[in-house]
């Protein structure tokens, strides 16, 4: 059975840091990527970060290039988001999800692109 979950939102002050982890279990996750999406209230979901299966090719939105960081630990299926510097628009809930494609060289922005997604954990930035 596939999980992925969430941890690590909370409270924090603007121009605080954070660390998300995203832990995938029940399949064969190494060799696909995995990507970081953002939903705010009254919003739709957005794109914030994805790595490839090699750990190789990163991409960011552009809203949060500089300040986020993301990476993975393969013994373990684990995607971390390090999240430095911020802002209250940074407020949302954060879902991990796994790109639908195994092995996909060009990383893909759009939700649609991915499966597995899990329960979201909640970032409130915020003094």
């Known amino acids: 059975q596939v999980q992925v979950v969430e941890s690590g939102g909370r409270l924090v002050r603007p121009g605080g840091s954070l660390s998300l982890s995203c832990a995938a279990s029940?399949?064969?996750?190494?060799?696909?990527?995995m990507g970081w999406f953002r939903q705010a209230p009254g919003k739709e979901r957005t794109f914030v970060a994805a790595?490839?299966?090699?750990?190789?090719?990163?991409i960011y939105a552009d809203s949060v290039k500089g300040r986020f960081t993301i990476s993975r630990i393969f013994y373990n299926n684990t995607v971390n988001l390090q999240m430095n510097s911020l802002k209250p628009e940074d407020t949302a809930v954060y879902y991990c999800?796994?790109?639908?494609?195994?092995?996909?060289?060009?990383?893909?922005?759009?939700?649609?692109?991915?499966?597995?997604w899990g329960q979201g954990t909640q970032v409130t930035v915020s003094s």
């Open positions: 790595i490839s299966w090699t750990g190789g090719n990163i």
């Open positions: 029940g399949g064969p996750f190494s060799s696909y990527g």
């Open positions: 999800a796994v790109d639908r494609r195994p092995r996909r060289v060009s990383l893909v922005r759009t939700a649609d692109e991915y499966d597995f």
